[in-house]
């Protein structure tokens, strides 16, 4: 069983929108610090969009504040990242990341769990 799995990337417009999920299974969803990070070719992850297991703390890398949104469904065990007005630079691997560790900005320390990945590709 493979405890995220990250879906909804694809090739989209500049200025158009996705929606990714992150589903998780075979572990207490609600306890843990969510977080969605980015890989562009040739460079570092780094974090995105992170949200806390309460729900009500969310950090945003500047460069997609105001333009991605994360929630988190503890319902669903799942977390999510609207993303709008995209732009060529948002392209990357996205991957989601669960921790009860949780590092700079509230986002989960890296030492927990990581999904597969899903590709965002923006064109311009």
């Known amino acids: 069983e493979v405890p995220l799995v990250e879906s909804g990337g694809g090739l989209v417009q500049a200025g158009g929108s996705l929606r990714l999920s992150c589903a998780a299974s075979?572990?207490?969803?609600?306890?843990?610090?969510m977080g969605w990070f980015r890989q562009a070719p040739g460079k570092e992850r780094v974090g995105v969009a992170c949200i806390s297991s309460s729900d009500d703390n969310t950090f945003y890398a500047d460069s997609v504040k105001g333009r991605f949104t994360i929630s988190r469904d503890n319902a669903k065990n799942t977390v999510y990242l609207q993303m709008s007005s995209l732009k060529p630079e948002d392209t990357a691997v996205y991957y989601c990341?669960?921790?009860?560790?949780?590092?700079?900005?509230?986002?989960?320390?890296?030492?927990?769990?990581w999904g597969q990945g899903t590709q965002v590709t923006v064109s311009s």
């Open positions: 075979g572990f207490s969803f609600n306890d843990y610090t």
């Open positions: 990341a669960a921790d009860l560790r949780v590092g700079s900005y509230g986002c989960p320390m890296g030492l927990g769990y």
